[in-house]
């Protein structure tokens, strides 16, 4: 079984801070998409990287899949209120399989 | 276009009761998905279905079955409901192309308490 450890779980900062959220595994996927959930909502994709090393930028939100394709880490600078919610990072499996596997989850909090 | 619809919202069940949840999609998707949520555990699957007429058990199937009858439709049943299945129940619906990581689009989710 294919497990993602998210760290941390919970965090709460103030606005205009910046902060970094991790995705860890053992295992190898063939990609990472993060995901934002808002309270009473189902998640949202915000980002898909498919190559190790690869850096995506989304506006104030950095992503990057580790080189090996086990890891993955969101940074987001100057975060705002709107940035508030659950970030779920999910892994691809073999090529063609569409099955994700999601990790545990970091619930960010921004304090205006 | 709604997306990805769910019904009920939510839901109350004594043990032993059974019920259906219904997930349907307007966007013309193959694959469809059951998600449970609880806390600290992200995201489990529980079944899903690469197209009309086909399931397949994900990680957690145990005390739910599912049926694919319409492409549009994915339907998720408790026979005889458990506290354990207490959780907030999400269905996921994606092209299903042979491309990797596909974007999986989630309905609003469906709030389950079993006593």
């Known amino acids: 079984t294919q497990l993602l450890e998210q760290s941390p779980q919970f965090l709460s900062i103030q606005e205009g801070e910046n902060l970094t959220v991790y995705c860890n595994s053992s295992?190898?996927?063939?990609?990472l998409q993060w995901y934002r959930q808002e309270p009473g909502e189902g998640p949202v994709l915000l980002v898909t990287?498919?190559?190790?090393?690869e850096v995506k930028k989304l506006k104030r939100l950095t992503f990057q899949f580790g080189d090996a394709r086990k890891d993955s880490s969101l940074h987001i600078t100057a975060a705002q209120p709107g940035d508030t919610g659950l970030y779920l990072c999910?892994?691809?499996?073999?090529?063609?399989?569409?099955?994700?596997?999601f990790g545990t989850g970091t619930r960010l909090t921004i304090i205006p | 276009n709604a997306g990805v619809t769910q019904t009920p919202k939510f839901r109350v069940l004594k043990t032993g009761q059974s019920m259906t949840l219904l997930c349907a999609q307007d966007m013309n998707h193959e694959y469809m998905y059951w998600y449970r949520q609880d806390p600290g555990m992200g995201l489990r699957l529980i079944h899903y279905?690469?197209?009309?007429?086909?399931?397949a058990k994900g990680e957690v199937p145990d005390g739910y079955n599912v049926s694919r009858l319409k492409k549009q439709n994915f339907l998720l049943g408790l026979e005889s409901a458990a506290p354990s299945q207490t959780s907030v129940y999400f269905c996921a619906s994606s092209y299903g192309q042979l491309v990797r990581a596909d974007t999986q689009y989630f309905g609003p989710g469906t709030r389950l308490t079993v006593l």
């Open positions: 999910a892994g691809g499996g073999t090529f063609g399989n569409e099955k994700l596997t």
């Open positions: 990287v498919v190559t190790g090393g």
């Open positions: 295992s190898v996927f063939s990609s």
């Open positions: 279905s690469v197209g009309e007429g086909t399931t």
